[in-house]
């Protein structure tokens, strides 16, 4: 029965597909025209930071796709904003010369079929590890390397991850992630500013010093590990580093309606749409196995490890390396993780983190917008010549 159910799908996706490419294959082609969307439906993650160095380059028509109810107030002027399955979207997903998310969305679509003469970069939203990837099906698998033209890079060790999982033959990027330009780059006046943006929105108090909570999603929908005790760990920050401290809550977008923590000192962000501007605003950070963790560390703040789960979630996706071999103190307990912060060494993690970056080839440079940038430039203008 499954299969035959699986066989139904496939037929029903083709057909969808073949009835779009009818009604809106007819429309013309834009080469300078360039399509952005993300998992999350916000405006976030690398496409964000491509568009922001995008919009500075003349000639291009800059198009992103969002939510029906996802904030629009830092899209940049002069982008024209359409929502996701709306007949607008579909005929930009047709029109344009180039795609470019951070997800599998255009690739698992029933619906849009890339054209010849579009361009699709993927930036994707992962980083240095932690967790498997690549546990899509066979077909989304094959589906994904046939329709990339380019996947983009921040070490050696991504560029393996991307052979072994969904790219085995698609061209990488090796540039770095735009999304890290943020955390990478020396520019303190505009870390200055991201970080009192943060501060403002969120209407935290002067003075107060902030960190981030922010678990990955359990594919077995498993809440029951989101257990960190929210005071402790404020308590042990404050004993460690001095000051009052707040920890903003973040759960991935998958679990958001299955679990929320309330804690005194505990601030709910899930509903800010990108984390990168929280983590240049948190002087620590905490995660079990989300990827964000090895953004964090190249803004060199401290980062820890608390995983009750860890034998489960070993269990059911794997990792690529032992947590331990991160620069992370990794803590099962609530007891551990005081422990950790109490005794952190910013001198033992610092070296740590060197060696980390060193071992897995990151090549981070803070200039990685502006290379996506480029390329999708000389796409189009390719483009334009023929």
């Known amino acids: 029965m499954g299969g035959l159910w699986r066989r139904l799908k496939r037929r029903v996706k083709h057909v969808l597909r073949v009835l779009a490419s009818l009604v809106f294959g007819r429309f013309r082609l834009v ?12 405006y976030c993650c690398n496409p964000k930071y491509i568009t922001e160095e995008l919009v500075k380059r003349p000639g291009l028509e800059i198009i992103w796709a969002l939510n029906e109810n996802a904030p629009a107030d830092d899209v940049p002027p002069g982008v024209k904003i359409v929502r996701l399955g709306s007949a607008a979207y579909i005929r930009a997903a047709y029109t344009a010369g180039v795609w470019c998310e951070n997800g599998l969305n255009f690739v698992r679509s029933a619906i849009i079929r890339k054209r010849r003469g579009q361009t699709y ?8 590890g932690l967790k498997r990837q690549g546990l ?37 990027l090796e540039c770095g992630h735009p999304r890290n330009d943020l955390l990478v780059s020396g520019d303190a006046a505009r870390k200055a500013a991201v970080a009192a943006k943060v501060r403002s929105r969120l209407g935290v108090a002067p003075g ?16 029951d590990s989101f257990d960190l005790d929210c005071g402790r760990f404020r308590r042990a920050l404050a004993a460690r580093f ?11 977008k998958r679990d958001l309606e299955k679990f929320t923590l309330a804690s005194e000192g505990c601030l709910d962000v899930g509903a800010y749409p990108d984390i990168q501007e929280l983590l240049v605003a948190c002087d620590a950070g905490v995660t079990d ?22 034998e489960r ?7 690529y390396y032992p947590l331990e071999s991160t620069p992370f103190p990794v803590c099962t307990t609530n007891d551990a993780l005081e422990e950790a912060v109490e005794s952190f060494s910013e001198e033992r993690y610092k070296a740590k983190c060197a060696e980390f970056l060193k071992e897995r080839g990151c090549f981070e440079t803070g200039r990685a917008s502006a290379a996506v940038a480029d390329k999708i430039v000389e796409a189009v203008n390719a483009k334009g010549r023929r």
């Open 313 to 319: 979630y070993s269990a059911d996706v794997g990792f």
């Open 289 to 310: 196995y989300s990827s964000w963790i090895c953004d964090f560390m190249l803004g060199g703040a401290p980062g820890f490890i608390y995983a009750s789960d860890l």
């Open 242 to 252: 001095g000051g009052e401290w707040l920890l903003l809550f973040r759960l991935h």
């Open 208 to 223: 107060v010093h902030l960190a981030i909570y922010a678990p990955t999603f359990r594919p077995g929908g498993f809440v």
């Open 121 to 128: 970069f993927q930036p994707m939203h992962g980083s240095l």
């Open 31 to 42: 080469p300078n025209r360039v399509l952005f969307r993300t998992f999350q439906g916000e």
């Open 136 to 172: 899509a099906a066979a077909e989304i698998r094959a589906r994904a390397d046939e329709l990339t033209d380019y996947v983009i890079s921040n070490s050696i060790f991504e560029n393996e991850v991307y052979r072994t999982s969904y790219w085995p033959t698609a061209e990488i």
